[in-house]
Nanobody, 122 residues
Framework: QVQLVESGGGLVQAGGSLRLSCAAS????????IAWFRQAPGKEREFVAA????????YYADSVKGRFTISRDNAKNTVYLQMNSLKPEDTAVYYC???????????????WGQGTQVTVSS
């Protein structure tokens, strides 16, 4: 069992930065791939970034490549999403998720956090 809690969301102007954190409980955290997804009002949930259990492999959505960086610290049971050069279209609720397989689809991720709101003003 893994429990995930996101933090770090907030209101920021376009061009600004935020760092989201996903803190996990559970002994098996380090064996799971972790992903970030987001959902904007009226839109479907979409993949943002993912990182393997070791941190050696990462995936990014095309819309965030070069602007967002995912990383993890297994000693702290935490995954981070550094978001730079934020745009109004990045506004969404951001969720972290854990699962045994690294990928961009939401299905394989068993555990989900409650989400944190990110709002980017123009």
């Amino acid at each position: 069992q893994v429990q995930l809690v996101e933090s770090g969301g907030g209101l920021v102007q376009a061009g600004g930065s935020l760092r989201l954190s996903c803190a996990a409980s559970g002994r098996t955290f380090s064996s799971y791939a972790i992903a970030w997804f987001r959902q904007a009002p009226g839109k479907e949930r979409e993949f943002v970034a993912a990182i393997s259990w070791s941190g050696g492999s990462t995936y990014y959505a095309d819309s965030v490549k070069g602007r967002f960086t995912i990383s993890r610290d297994n000693a702290k049971n935490t995954v981070y999403l550094q978001m730079n050069s934020l745009k109004p279209e990045d506004t969404a609720v951001y969720y972290c998720a854990a699962g045994p397989t690294l990928g961009t689809a939401s299905g394989p991720y068993f555990y989900w956090g409650q989400g944190t709101q990110v709002t980017v003003s123009s």
